[in-house]
């Protein structure tokens, strides 16, 4: 969701907007414009293409990154591009996705986020929120901003959710605070 300012004759008002994910037609069009220029993908790179917009999850951002980064490369290299993304988060992804996660306020909804990420998703969000109070999180408030955030939703069964490329966002920065495993935060 996303907190869009819009101004009026009376002063400013808030108005929250949740963009949805593409659906995989849309998704792939999206992908296919961006990579090729064209809203249909050539036969021969069909097979890549769906397994680019599968990755993505209907994430139009990501999909947009990673069509222009493959644009006007060869089939080779789409192939090599899709098994280094199953291994590595890709990066220009990864920084604009990031910045979600810097926009929170304060170190406890960034360690709530981290917890999440490694230990919550898919759980109850009352269980998780009785489990994390215990440990002085606020996760009521956390929650809330984190779902204000876009960076975690909450789906018809108040199950804690959130995109597969968020979550590898949260654990690539749970891994960058140490080359030695047990040094970090959280395993």
């Given at each position: 969701?996303?907190?869009?300012?819009?101004?009026?004759?009376?002063?400013?008002?808030s108005?929250?907007?949740?963009?949805?994910?593409?659906?995989?037609?849309?998704?792939?069009?999206?992908?296919?414009?961006?990579?090729?220029?064209?809203?249909?993908?050539?036969?021969?790179?069909?097979?890549?293409?769906?397994?680019?917009?599968?990755?993505?999850?209907?994430?139009?951002?990501?999909?947009?990154?990673?069509?222009?980064?493959?644009?006007?490369?060869?089939?080779?290299?789409?192939?090599?591009?899709?098994?280094?993304?199953?291994?590595?988060?890709?990066?220009k992804?990864?920084?604009?996705?990031?910045?979600?996660?810097?926009?929170?306020?304060?170190?406890?909804?960034?360690?709530?986020?981290?917890?999440?990420?490694?230990?919550?998703?898919?759980?109850?969000?009352?269980?998780?929120?009785?489990?994390?109070?215990?440990?002085d999180?606020?996760?009521?408030?956390?929650?809330?901003?984190?779902?204000?955030?876009?960076?975690?939703?909450?789906?018809?069964?108040?199950?804690?959710?959130?995109?597969?490329?968020?979550?590898?966002?949260?654990?690539?920065?749970?891994?960058?605070?140490?080359?030695?495993?047990?040094?970090?935060?959280?395993?």
């Amino acid at each position: 969701m996303f907190d869009l300012e819009a101004s009026s004759c009376s002063g400013n008002s808030s108005k929250l907007f949740e963009v949805k994910e593409s659906n995989f037609k849309e998704s792939l069009q999206l992908f296919s414009w961006n990579a090729i220029g064209r809203n249909s993908m050539p036969e021969s790179f069909m097979e890549y293409g769906r397994s680019f917009v599968k990755y993505c999850g209907g994430l139009p951002l990501a999909l947009q990154v990673l069509g222009s980064s493959l644009s006007g490369k060869s089939m080779v290299v789409w192939r090599n591009a899709l098994e280094k993304l199953e291994a590595i988060p890709a990066s220009k992804i990864q920084k604009i996705l990031i910045i979600s996660y810097d926009s929170l306020e304060d170190d406890h909804d960034k360690n709530l986020f981290l917890n999440i990420v490694c230990l919550f998703i898919g759980k109850d969000r009352y269980y998780t929120t009785t489990i994390l109070d215990g440990c002085d999180f606020y996760t009521t408030a956390g929650i809330e901003n984190l779902v204000g955030r876009a960076l975690l939703t909450i789906n018809e069964k108040n199950k804690l959710m959130m995109h597969r490329m968020i979550r590898d966002m949260g654990r690539e920065i749970i891994r960058q605070e140490s080359s030695d495993v047990g040094k970090r935060s959280r395993l």
